[in-house]
């Protein structure tokens, strides 16, 4: 059984920053990765950003430059930065982590970007 839990999210004004956390239990598959959706209310579901075991990333346009992902592979976790954040940043962030057929999400955190 594989679990994530993230933490990490709140309320930020415009331009502010935070950093969201997830950490992955149970039976893991050494090569993985490990990846942030959201999910904003009426919108489909996101990629935000995602992190091979290997340490190559990937951004969706609307957040590079702003946010950066990362992970510790010995401790199963995985960061992600976010910087300069703005009103339409505003959304449920889910923590992924998959390999090969396995596929497993958290609970989701909110992040609210508002004045």
């Known amino acids: 059984q594989v679990q994530l839990v993230e933490s990490g999210g709140g309320l930020v004004q415009p331009g502010g920053s935070l950093s969201l956390s997830c950490v992955a239990s149970?039976?893991?598959?050494?090569?993985?990765?490990m990846a942030w959706y959201r999910q904003a209310p009426g919108k489909q579901r996101e990629l935000v950003a995602d992190?091979?075991?290997?340490?190559?990333?990937n951004y969706a346009d609307s957040v590079k430059g702003r946010f950066t992902i990362s992970r510790d592979n010995a401790k199963n976790i995985v960061h992600l930065q976010m910087n300069n954040l703005k009103p339409e940043d505003t959304a449920v962030y889910y923590c992924?982590?998959?390999w090969g057929v396995g596929l497993y999400w958290g609970q989701g955190t909110q992040v609210t970007v508002s004045s």
């Open positions: 992190i091979t075991t290997g340490g190559r990333t």
């Open positions: 992924q982590l998959t």
């Open positions: 149970g039976n893991i598959f050494r090569s993985n990765v």
